[in-house]
């Protein structure tokens, strides 16, 4: 009798893990094109992003805009709180370098995540240092990895001209 419940365990087991090992991998990617801004008419300019290539900025005003917008369905986000009253500080000058605020107030990755923000609504400038004029759009590539029910990560890809210069994690687990 005892063999009989031994082989019944076992093809129970066997029979009820068939999917266990099994290949759930995924990857998924939509490319989208946004259009930018070709000025600005600011009092005051924000630097949001700078390197040997290119300028992002925007203005106070977007920005402010774009962070009070954010606040109220995010205001659990001290960080972000004080990013705005940061750059709220420094509003009466021409230009607010945001880069050395964030920086110095070890704020630089809330910086990241609200300047993709503005570039995703097309509320910024981009300068090509090389070109010496505005880029007129970007593409940004909005990936996810799935590589099981708790494993994967996912986030944007932001290019000029098929050339990467700027990528943000937006989930992981």
């Keep these: 009798m005892r063999p009989f419940l031994i082989y019944i365990l076992i093809s129970t087991c066997i029979l009820t893990s068939n999917g266990y090992g099994q290949n759930t991998e995924s990857v998924s990617e939509v490319d989208t094109t946004i259009n930018l801004l070709q000025e600005l008419t600011t009092q005051c300019e924000l630097i949001l992003f700078e390197n040997e290539q290119i300028i992002i900025k925007s203005s106070y005003e977007l920005f402010e805009k774009n962070m009070e917008e954010w606040l109220k369905m995010h205001p659990h986000i001290k960080s972000d709180k004080e990013l705005l009253k940061l750059v709220k500080s420094k509003s009466d000058t021409s230009s607010i370098n945001v880069i050395e605020l964030a920086l110095q107030n070890k704020l630089d990755d809330r910086l990241e995540y609200r300047m993709t923000d503005l570039i995703d609504k097309g509320q910024?400038?981009?300068?090509?240092?090389?070109?010496k004029s505005l880029i007129p759009n970007l593409t940004r590539l909005t990936y996810s990895y799935v590589c099981g029910p708790t494993c994967g990560h996912g986030g944007r890809i932001y290019s000029i001209d098929g050339v990467e210069f700027f990528r943000v994690l937006d989930?992981?687990?």
């Design 124 to 131: 910024c400038i981009i300068y090509s240092k090389e070109k």
């Design 171 to 173: 989930w992981i687990s």
